[in-house]
């Protein structure tokens, strides 16, 4: 058995490396041609090429299921063709067993998939963000042109508001914006400060321009009379600290978009949320989509098990990779509608997580009971319907 799962290891793990190096780099060559009108004298070929590879390990990331399954189907066939899986079935392994030797094959693909998304994928997008932003002008992930935008709970009652225009690579900031307000909603203070840092749920700015707006302000201005005393008074100071529940690895995931921020970034961004009364269903739903990837995986190679045990007879090798495209591509279309379905009609995040790959995984392994038994069933069908035997 040791034997029969480190050959069928190896040539699935050579199939699916060359799936997902072409589909991966077909993929980035889309992206190529996409982007090459961003290309002149200020945005260069090699600007475009280092903006591309860093775009590699979310590609690899989102196309590793249906590479999996791909791959797994074009080895399965070629071992069928063979009738290597022949030779297997009759030394005693059936299609259960043969099934529980792919899924331990494919816990190096979990492992590398776990890896990968949250190491390497989360690094790699806060990059591509920034360079994007330094290269193109744009903004990317979760930054507007005007910066970052923050909203959070006020010392003194009220809310506040930070603007960040720019995140430093050591944690710090610059171009900070203070929004402050009291109850009922009047701004009271506006503080702007070259450079900022975070230390000890601290927010240290430095040199701050501040803004201090009269209590009565809004009074003085309804009336609208000339108020005998300044309504704002401004002032300048080299340091201050300001108490914020923001931190450096919360900004970080702010650049993120849900689904390429780690599980601990996640549910550290998740609880930030919540603490400020923000909406929180995008990252709860992402959550569990992190969390069913795994699962995923071991889906997609369940569905490619009763495809690659078919006879060649019923259909070549090629037949069977187009079948298991198909199927691929139908399952990720089926898993976006889900998602966007649940979004809508604010189902529970595990039921868009989970519901699909369920009906798959139930689908893909009755497929497989159904080809283990197929003789029995045959047997059955001709003793209920005896005149189907004379027909054929």
């Known amino acids: 058995m040791r034997t029969a799962r480190r050959y069928l290891a190896r040539e699935i793990y050579r199939s699916c490396a060359v799936v997902l190096l072409a589909l991966v780099g077909l993929f980035t060559f889309f992206a190529l041609i996409e982007d090459l009108d961003n290309v002149g004298s200020k945005f260069t070929l090699l600007n475009l090429f280092y903006l591309q590879a860093l775009q590699l390990p979310t590609r690899l990331y989102e196309l590793l299921p249906i590479g999996l ?10 071992l069928a063709q063979r009738n290597e899986l022949v030779i297997l079935r ?10 529980a030797m792919l899924w331990i094959i494919t816990f190096p693909w979990v492992i590398g998939a776990f890896v990968l998304s949250e190491v390497v994928t989360p690094a790699a997008e806060i990059k591509y963000s920034e360079a994007n932003l330094s290269l193109l002008g744009r903004a990317g992930g979760g930054r507007l042109n005007s ?37 009922d909603q009047e701004l009271a203070r506006l503080s702007r400060a070259k450079d900022g840092h975070f230390e000890q749920g601290m927010l240290v700015l430095t040199d701050v321009t501040e803004t201090h707006v009269d209590d009565n302000a809004l009074m003085a201005l309804a009336d609208a009379k000339a108020p005998t005393t300044p309504l704002t008074k401004m002032l300048h100071v080299e340091k201050r600290e300001l108490a914020t529940t923001l931190t450096s690895e919360r900004l970080i995931a702010r650049i993120l978009t849900p689904e390429r921020m780690s599980i601990s970034v996640l549910l550290d961004y998740i609880d930030y949320l919540s603490s400020n009364h923000l909406q929180t269903e995008r990252q709860i739903v992402a959550l569990w989509r992190k969390l069913a990837y795994p699962f995923t995986l071991f889906v997609m190679i369940t569905i ?18 187009f079948i298991g495209i198909l199927l691929g591509v139908g399952f990720f279309m089926i898993n976006q509608l889900a998602l966007n379905v649940g979004m809508l009609g604010k189902w529970p995040p595990w039921v868009t997580a989970l519901v699909p790959n369920l009906a798959a995984l139930v689908l893909a392994f009755g497929g497989l009971i159904l080809m283990e038994n197929q003789h029995n069933a045959r047997r059955v069908a001709q003793a209920r319907w005896p005149w189907r035997k004379a027909a054929t």
Do not use: C, H
Not at 90 to 99: Q, R
């Open 304 to 321: 490619a098990a009763p495809i690659g045990f078919m006879q060649t007879r019923r259909g070549g090798v090629g037949g069977k990779v």
């Open 69 to 78: 399954l791909i791959g797994a189907i074009l080895a399965l066939a070629s």
């Open 147 to 183: 910066g970052y935008w923050f909203k959070e709970e006020g010392s003194s009652g009220g809310n506040r508001i930070i603007n960040i225009s720019e995140l430093k690579a050591n944690g710090g900031v610059s171009d900070v914006t203070v929004y402050e307000f009291r109850a």
């Open 90 to 99: 009759v030394s005693g392994v059936s299609g259960i067993k043969l099934l």
